[in-house]
């Protein structure tokens, strides 16, 4: 029943050996997820985070309530992806952290997304919480993210009525993730 429930590890357990993740932590929400992964990279005010103009609320407002500045990125209307160009012409050094949301089983280009990251230096938060089971050449949508995001909301793929998974293969992430999911009890 808790958020330390045995049922509860032994999803998390599980979801992160699917989607090849070291560590994995369920939330009260998939409005909760992005709130705390971008919560959990320590961002300085009006640091940037680059969200794509096509995306749900959730994603705008969990940057802006942590004073920082969402920069909207366009979507190509192929795919309502984002459009690799425009993500390039919007980083300046004041960039620090991507929200990449897949939609309707169309995956990003992370290949490409990775590559701009790296060389930047920015976070990416994988949003998945609509393609749950959808791989991107071979490997699963939502394991790519240096924190990954999911929802199990009522009209996603698998739900629990509620509730919200982040995944991370970050030592010190996974803690605060942790830390930040249970109100911060155990500090």
């Known amino acids: 029943v808790s958020s330390d429930g045995p049922n509860v590890l032994k999803f998390e357990k599980k ?46 407002l969990a940057v802006v309530r942590q004073n920082l500045v969402p920069v909207f990125i366009e979507c190509n209307i192929n795919n309502w992806n984002i459009d690799i160009s425009d993500l390039k012409k919007k ?18 280009e992370m290949d490409e997304i990775i590559k701009i990251c790296k060389k930047n230096k920015i976070k990416i938060i994988e949003d998945a919480a609509e393609v749950l089971g959808l791989k991107y050449k071979k490997k699963y949508c939502g394991s790519f993210g240096d924190i990954s995001v999911l929802s199990f909301y009522a009209n996603k793929h698998i739900t629990t009525g509620e509730g919200g998974m982040l995944l991370t293969d970050d030592r010190l992430i996974n803690k605060k993730i942790r830390d930040y999911r249970n109100l911060c009890f155990g500090l």
């Open 15 to 60: 979801f992160a050996k699917f989607l090849g993740k070291k560590y994995c932590v369920a939330v009260s929400s998939g409005t909760a997820a992005p709130e705390i992964a971008v919560k959990s990279l320590n961002l300085k005010k009006n640091d940037q985070v680059l969200i794509p103009n096509f995306t749900i609320i959730s994603n705008a």
């Open 91 to 108: 980083i300046t050094r004041r960039t620090k952290a991507i929200i990449i949301t897949h939609i309707y089983s169309f995956p990003n």
